[in-house]
Structures are given as structure tokens and as C-alpha cells.
């Protein structure tokens, strides 16, 4: 059985080549993930003399018996004896019917215990009233039907200077009057149904 000094690690050889050193932890971390086992050849220097892993000096503290998980043992009370009175079902509905021991319903509740954040905010907002002036709002003039009659003017303008201009020519007046409508009603769409007040 071979032993390892203090402070130095323990070399594997694999099938490929001597790998190492491992420090205990490293060895316990590869023996729980099931790199290595107790049948894995190890040595104290790369090379040798070699022992299994079993048998080496450190193999009681690598391969600790895992502690078994236990439960306590049960205890049981037993609440009905022989010796006890039989159960009335009577007095069990009775007692059931009288509700648990709380206020009555009805009854007003408990009162709540002041709280000083409470208060306070409560206090400093009925404070700020009494010092602020009273708010007048004051609506503000609408420009939806200025802009609205600014936009139809500025478009249909534009379309009757182009219906004049074409005036003779029935393809390009039907065109520019179909564009008249479409614009018209769309800025009366958007304005009066899309937008809000402004």
C-alpha cells in the first residue's frame, strides 16, 4: 500500500498516458462524476510504482461511505381508548353549527393601528391644500376646425385649379375630381374621427 506525502498529487495512468498529479479534491470530484473508480492504476510520481486506487493510502478518504438518508421513526398518539366516552354525533354537529370562537357577524371590526407613515403623508397633503390656490383650468382654444379649413381650402384649391385647367379634356377632369373626393373625405376622416382634440 503506497502513500502520498503531503502536498503532492497522485498520477493515473489511462490507457493513452500517465495523466497527473491530481490534488483529493480534483480525484473526489472524478470518482463522483465516474471518471475513475477504486480499480483505476494510480502512483505517487509519474513513474510508479503503481497500485490501484483501492489499495492506495488515501482510499479511505476518497471512497467514504455515503451516510443513508433516515427517517425518524413514526409515533403515533392514540387519541380514541377503550376507556374513553363513545362520540355523541349530536354534540358534534351542535359544536359545528356554533362556528369558531371569532367576532360575531355583524360586529364591527378591530380597529386598525395608526399608521405614522400614513398619518404623516395624510397630514402634509392636507397642509399642501390649505397653502395651494385653487387650479382654474382654462381650455385651450380648439385648432382642429382651423386647420381642418385650412387643409380643405389648400387641397380642394388646388383640385379646382386643375379642373380648370383641364377643362377640356374629360379623362384628366374625371381623375382630378375623383382625387377632390378621396382628399376631402379623408382629411375629414382623420381630423374629426382619427384625431383627438388639440
Do not use: C
Not at 403515533?76 to 374513553?84: G, P, V, Y
Not at 357577524?105 to 380597529?111: E, I, L, Q, R, V
Not at 381642418?148 to 388646388?158: E, K, N, P, S, T
Request: aromatic fraction near 8%; charged fraction near 20%.
Amino acid at each position: 500500500m503506497s502513500t502520498t506525502p503531503q502536498g503532492a498529487g497522485i498520477f493515473l495512468r489511462m490507457p493513452d498516458r500517465v495523466r497527473g498529479p491530481f490534488g483529493t479534491e480534483m480525484l473526489k470530484e472524478l470518482i463522483e462524476t465516474g471518471v475513475i473508480s477504486e480499480a483505476t492504476v494510480v502512483g505517487d510520481s509519474e513513474a510508479g510504482p503503481w497500485t490501484t486506487l483501492g489499495r492506495h493510502g488515501l482510499a479511505a478518504e476518497l471512497f467514504q461511505p455515503k451516510s443513508a438518508f433516515r427517517l425518524k421513526a413514526t409515533e403515533f398518539h392514540r387519541a380514541n381508548t377503550a376507556s374513553a366516552p363513545p362520540m355523541d354525533h349530536q354534540e358534534m354537529i351542535r359544536m359545528a353549527n356554533q362556528g369558531s370562537v371569532g367576532p360575531k357577524k355583524g360586529a364591527a371590526p378591530a380597529p386598525r393601528p395608526i399608521n405614522d407613515v400614513e398619518a404623516m403623508v395624510r397630514s402634509t397633503a392636507a397642509a399642501n391644500v390649505a397653502r395651494e390656490a385653487p387650479m382654474i383650468f382654462v381650455p385651450r382654444k380648439n385648432r382642429r376646425r382651423r386647420d381642418f379649413l385650412f387643409l380643405i381650402l389648400v387641397g380642394d384649391g388646388i383640385g379646382a385649379l386643375l379642373l380648370y385647367t383641364f377643362r377640356h379634356y374629360p379623362l384628366p377632369l374625371i381623375g382630378v375630381a375623383s382625387f377632390m373626393g378621396l382628399y376631402t373625405g379623408a382629411v375629414t376622416w382623420i381630423v374629426w374621427s382619427v384625431m383627438g382634440r388639440y
